[in-house]
């Protein structure tokens, strides 16, 4: 079980993509909101994804980034010698 488990950790970048470029194609094959303009007549919709896939990419380098980081760095609490590894 524990060969399983690594073999699943080392793969998982590769699972994900999969999964996703999985749900890609099925959403382009048979879109949810169909909207009759044909294959690249989404291309609208496809700019506002990307548009507000960029701010994301955006706001989580310009503020969630930093504060994880600081907060990494200030903890809440000191840890017991005795628990350290």
């Avoid at 999964?19 to 294959?39: D, K, N, T, V």
Wanted: proline residues 6%; hydrophobic residues 60%.
């Amino acid at each position: 079980m524990a060969e399983f488990i690594q073999a699943l950790v080392a793969w998982k970048l590769g699972i994900v993509l999969g999964w996703l470029a999985l749900m890609f194609a099925a959403e382009r094959l048979r879109p949810a909101a169909a909207s009759g303009r044909g294959w690249f007549g989404d291309a609208p919709r496809l700019a506002r994804n990307v548009g507000i896939w960029a701010v994301t990419v955006a706001v989580s380098l310009a503020i969630v980034l930093p504060v994880s980081v600081w907060a990494s760095a200030h903890p809440l609490w000191t840890r017991p010698a005795w628990l350290g590894g």
